[in-house]
């Protein structure tokens, strides 16, 4: 079924920048797309980023886009996100999903990490 480990997280200054790394394993990592989704404290989920597989091709919220990036290493299996110029708003959980599929608008996932805490706070 798979398994997927997130790290990286940690406390950051505001305007600082840390790099999340999701571990896959159990699956094939480089035949499916992958998303980071985050969790404010006291709201719903959010969904960050997301990358297909060969080629690369991204797509970022509105919130994120410019100061994140997200990435894959299939050699390694592992998905990154690199999170550069951080705002408090950005304090989150930050999970490593796996994408089931896609449906009008909405990302699906069968498969999740068991995230990791970025706090943004002077």
């Known amino acids: 079924e798979g398994q997927l480990v997130e790290s990286g997280g940690g406390l950051v200054q505001p305007g600082g920048s840390l790099r999340l790394s999701c571990a896959a394993s159990?699956?094939?990592?480089?035949?499916?797309?992958m998303s980071w989704v985050r969790q404010a404290p006291g709201k719903g989920l959010e969904w960050v980023s997301v990358?297909?597989?060969?080629?690369?091709?991204?797509s970022y919220a509105d919130s994120v886009k410019g100061r994140f990036t997200i990435s894959r290493d299939n050699a390694k299996n592992t998905l990154y996100l690199q999170m550069n110029s951080l705002k408090p708003e950005d304090t989150a959980v930050y999970y490593c999903?796996?994408?089931?599929?896609?449906?009008?608008?909405?990302?699906?996932?069968?498969?999740w990490g068991q995230g990791t805490q970025v706090t943004v706070s002077s």
């Open positions: 159990g699956f094939t990592f480089s035949g499916n797309v």
């Open positions: 999903a796996k994408v089931a599929e896609y449906y009008s608008g909405t990302y699906y996932y069968d498969l």
């Open positions: 990358i297909k597989t060969a080629g690369g091709s991204t």
